[in-house]
């Protein structure tokens, strides 16, 4: 069994925000499974189905994101679920926007609802999918830029294309393990390219001299 956990704020006014990336992932994995979020157990609102003849629960906590924690422990402890099993998906700021980092196991860092999982399940070794969403804005304040709205089309897209991917990566960890996650759907840095020497030209290529060229270059 699977338990895998989008974080965000509940409530119309933080919707689509850039730290509520774990309900967008979250919304676009409800749709490809064809499963309804939507049943209020504890702290959560889940929705249940099976892939791969595997149980798997949608979680989107519906505590506010620093006591995230509280909504895993609870359905951890319920559905007994193995720590492997269980799969965060977040926001991070030192990620460019669109980004996906995915990793077996790591620390909470700086996110406020890792923090509280981690804090609340003494938890570090499950799986977790960072969506980036970019660093702060010049003149932004780091609460004000995590709960603002993507300010362009071509921000948005590159968002939708993100939890697009990151849906699909949860499915792939649950078919095929998290390093197979990890193998198809880590953003590879874009590698620098290397400025090209610039190539002699060939002898028969070079404009002759000109009388004038060599006039002046005699007078030197």
């Known amino acids: 069994m699977y338990l895998i956990v989008g974080l965000g704020n509940p409530g119309q006014q933080y919707a ?13 994995l409800a ?68 980004f996906l980092r995915i990793r077996a ?32 804005a010049l003149g932004w304040q780091l609460a004000d830029w995590v ?11 590159a968002a939708d294309k993100a939890y697009d991917l990151a849906a699909e990566a949860v499915l792939e960890y649950i078919e095929n393990g998290i390093q197979s996650a990890m193998t198809k759907y880590n953003t590879k840095k874009p590698k620098k390219e290397k400025p090209k020497k610039q190539e002699e030209t060939p002898e028969a290529d070079k404009p002759a001299e000109t009388p004038d060229q060599t006039e002046t270059r005699s007078e030197a």
């Open 31 to 98: 749709r490809k499974l064809n499963v309804t979020i939507g049943r209020e157990k504890d702290y959560s609102t889940i929705g249940e189905c099976f892939v791969g003849g595997q149980k798997v629960i949608l979680c989107l906590p519906q505590t506010y994101m620093n006591l995230s924690g509280l909504a895993v422990r609870e359905l951890m402890d319920y559905y007994r679920i193995p720590p492997e099993n269980l799969c965060v998906i977040y926001d991070d700021i030192d990620l460019p926007q669109g």
């Open 105 to 136: 196991s790591g620390s909470a860092g700086t996110h406020n609802g890792m923090r509280s999982i981690v804090g609340e399940t003494g938890l570090e070794d499950f799986p977790r999918i960072r969506v980036g969403v970019g660093q702060r």
């Open 16 to 28: 689509h925000t850039r730290h509520n990336v774990g309900f967008d992932v979250m919304e676009k």
């Open 147 to 157: 709960l603002s709205r993507y300010q362009t089309p071509e921000e948005q897209e």
